[in-house]
């Protein structure tokens, strides 16, 4: 099994700074593209970003440049840097991974619980 656990996750005013992490740990062979999304109240969950092993990045557009993806691939673990952060950007934060348990199994996507960001003054 695959625990993917978010942390970081804070109350900030506007135009501040949070880094989510988001820690994969459990028996697996490889973890391959590791994600972040979000969901704010009453919306459906959508894409932040996302990055492969390679370090290859995938922004969903309205990040604007704001928001930040990263990964140490040694410590599997990814990471979010936002920065400006908007009220608009208070959502639940969930990691998501694709894992391959052991060599040959196919691979599945893996959820985080989530970890709140609110963003308000």
């Known amino acids: 099994q695959v625990q993917l656990v978010e942390s970081g996750g804070d109350l900030v005013q506007p135009g501040g700074s949070l880094r989510l992490s988001c820690l994969a740990s459990?028996?697996?062979?490889?973890?391959?593209?590791m994600g972040w999304y979000r969901q704010a109240p009453g919306k459906g969950r959508e894409l932040v970003a996302r990055?492969?092993?390679?370090?290859?990045?995938d922004y969903a557009d309205y990040m604007k440049g704001r928001f930040t993806i990263s990964r140490d691939n040694h410590k599997n673990t990814v990471y979010l840097q936002m920065n400006s952060l908007e009220p608009e950007d208070t959502a639940v934060y969930y990691c998501?991974?694709?894992?391959?348990?052991?060599?040959?199994?196919?691979?599945?996507?893996?959820w985080g619980q989530g970890t709140q960001v609110t963003v308000s003054s």
């Open positions: 998501n991974g694709e894992a391959r348990r052991n060599r040959g199994e196919p691979v599945l996507t893996y």
């Open positions: 459990g028996s697996f062979f490889e973890i391959y593209m």
């Open positions: 990055i492969g092993t390679d370090g290859g990045t």
